[in-house]
Nanobody, 123 residues
Framework: QMQLEESGGGSVQAGGSRTLSCAAP????????VAWFRQRPGKEREGVAT???????LYADSVKGRFTISPDNAKNTVYLRMNSLKPEDTAMYYC?????????????????WGQGTQVTVSS
């Protein structure tokens, strides 16, 4: 059973940056991908970025060019660097890992989830 724990959420002004961390012990051996999802107020949960264990990455169109997902394998941590933040990026951000692979921007692929970390972007 993989335990995921997010950190790094908080408040930031529009245009600013924030880095989220996902502690994912053993993810390189227990999963095929790790992803960041978010749930904005009144919206469904959506995939934001994912990284496969072979290093391939995918991003949602809404964050492409602004967000970067990256691993630190030595620390068993996956980061989400968020630049040029907008008020519409305000959401609860979740880390997830999948043992199955496939479309890792789809939440149904993931069998491990963290509790989430809130990011609030003010204008």
């Amino acid at each position: 059973q993989m335990q995921l724990e997010e950190s790094g959420g908080g408040s930031v002004q529009a245009g600013g940056s924030r880095t989220l961390s996902c502690a994912a012990p053993g993810y390189m051996y227990s999963s095929t991908c790790v992803a960041w999802f978010r749930q904005r107020p009144g919206k469904e949960r959506e995939g934001v970025a994912t990284i496969y264990t072979d290093g391939d990455t995918l991003y949602a169109d809404s964050v492409k060019g602004r967000f970067t997902i990256s691993p630190d394998n030595a620390k068993n941590t996956v980061y989400l660097r968020m630049n040029s933040l907008k008020p519409e990026d305000t959401a609860m951000y979740y880390c997830a890992a999948s043992s199955y692979g496939g479309d890792c921007l789809s939440d149904w692929q993931h069998n491990y989830w963290g509790q989430g970390t809130q990011v609030t972007v003010s204008s």
